[in-house]
């Protein structure tokens, strides 16, 4: 899937959840953890889904991943590369450690320019 593809699908991409962190997707749909408000967890059930964007940095270039989670499944919908001098930018600004990271701040501000929203 790329950026062209998820333009078009409106149900897509209203359903990304621009605040889901990594963490808080695994609380959600793995764990019982209490990174949202309660209300928010009891409404869960295995329907639920939870569409988002995170960057893997494990290998090198690192990686802006759309993922769809269902309870315990998950599907990478769409991997992409951002500009050089935006991979510059965050690899400095998380110390070049290895990880799985929310995507925030300029990436955040480039993807919604990038899908129009």
């Not at 009891?42 to 759309?66: A, G, H």
């Not at 951002?82 to 990880?99: A, R, S, V, W």
Request: glycine residues 6%.
């Amino acid at each position: 899937m790329d950026f062209r593809e998820i333009k078009s699908d409106y149900n897509l991409l209203n359903s990304v959840d621009w605040e889901m962190t990594p963490e808080e997707a695994i609380a959600l749909h793995l764990e019982w953890g209490p990174l949202r408000s309660q209300a928010y967890y009891n409404s869960r059930d295995n329907d639920n889904e939870t569409v988002y964007f995170v960057i893997n940095t494990w290998k090198r270039p690192p990686i802006l991943t759309l993922v769809r989670r269902r309870g315990f499944d998950s599907e990478e919908l769409g991997d992409f590369r951002l500009p050089q001098k935006l991979e510059t930018e965050f690899m400095k600004g998380i110390g070049q450690y290895k990880g799985v990271y929310a995507v925030e701040g300029n990436v955040r501000d480039w993807l919604k320019k990038e899908l129009e929203v």
